[in-house]
Structure formats: structure tokens, C-alpha cells
């Protein structure tokens, strides 16, 4: 199924990701620092390119919602963007990155009508990548969890308004 509303916000992604490493503290190590390290790369995300649809998590409302992420891969980062789906209606969530900052994979999003936040990697990112950040409001943790190549779990973790909070979000590629 092809998403054609998202092809606008392409372009503004584009140049979203293009303002981000070019404003953060970019450090580009070479691949034989990298090895040396054992640091994670961004190679080790490229398996999110392409277009993720979560249609089961809020299914069930009336009428049904789901979720979809789209990412883009580039030399030096990953960038996308999430969107909410309610019947033919769209509506963006936040725009998001993963770049190398600092030698460590970092994950950016810009929440609609909000702030830039980051994450960073506290794994090792085999299978799954955890992303934190314990000074945001919620969530605290992300974690992008690689089921299989169709397959993606992207669970967000925190306490919000003193509540402790975890919900998993299950996407199919398309």
C-alpha cells in the first residue's frame, strides 16, 4: 500500500535531518575507530528503511487508528517521520533522526509543536537498540526492537504524571 500523503513531508525530512547534523556536535569517527571501539554504527539501523505500519495497537478504537513511520537512510544518519492515521486522515507525530553524535548513536525527534529531544544508546544494539533519556517527560526509554525483516516493536517506557507507563507498538513493513 503506498502512503502518497507522506511524500510531501519528504522533503521537509530532508531538510530536517540536513539542519540537524549540521546544528548538533557531529564527530565522525572512521570505520576502523569505529571496529576498534566496538562502537555501534549506524549501519547497524539501516534495517528500519522504508515504510512501518502499525495497524493492531489502537485498531480497536472507533474509528480504527494506526501508526506509521517512514524512514530514509543516508550516509551518515537515518531520518524519517511518524504519523497518525485516523480512517484517510493523516496527521504528523513528530519527525525523527539517528545520527552519531559524540561517538554514540543518538536518536532525534521533534514532536509536533515542540522542542527537539534526544536519546541516547545505552545497549549494545544487536537486536534491539534502547535508547534513554531520563530528563524527558515521557517517554524515558525507547526501544526499537528488529523481530525480523517485516517485522518491528518499538516499545516507549517512562512514568508520565507520576505513573509508571510502557506500551508497544507492533509494525509491519509495507
Avoid at 40 to 67: A, C, M, Y
Wanted: charge should be positive; include cysteine.
Amino acid at each position: 500500500m503506498q502512503y502518497k500523503f507522506l511524500s510531501k513531508y519528504f522533503a521537509f525530512t530532508v531538510m530536517f535531518a540536513s539542519l540537524l547534523v549540521f546544528s548538533q556536535c557531529y564527530n565522525q569517527s572512521n570505520e576502523a575507530t569505529k571496529e576498534s571501539k566496538n562502537i555501534v554504527s549506524i549501519d547497524n539501523v539501516r534495517f528500519l528503511e522504508g515504510t512501518w505500519v502499525d495497524r493492531k495497537t489502537f485498531g480497536f478504537k472507533s474509528p480504527p487508528q494506526h501508526f506509521v513511520e517512514v524512514w530514509k537512510s543516508y550516509p551518515d544518519s537515518m531520518s524519517g517521520a511518524a504519523y497518525m492515521v485516523i480512517e484517510n486522515d493523516s496527521s504528523l507525530m513528530e519527525l525523527i533522526s539517528i545520527v552519531m553524535i559524540n561517538e554514540k548513536l543518538t536518536y532525534i525527534a521533534r514532536p509536533k509543536n515542540q522542542s527537539l529531544v534526544s536519546f541516547t544508546l545505552i545497549n549494545d544494539g544487536k537486536e534491539s537498540f534502547v535508547f534513554e533519556n531520563k530528563a524527558n517527560d515521557y517517554p524515558q526509554k525507547l526501544t526499537y526492537k528488529n523481530i525480523s525483516k517485516d517485522s518491528l516493536h518499538i516499545t516507549l517506557d517512562g512514568i508520565s504524571k507520576g505513573i509508571p507507563r510502557t506500551i508497544t507498538f507492533k509494525y509491519q513493513k509495507e
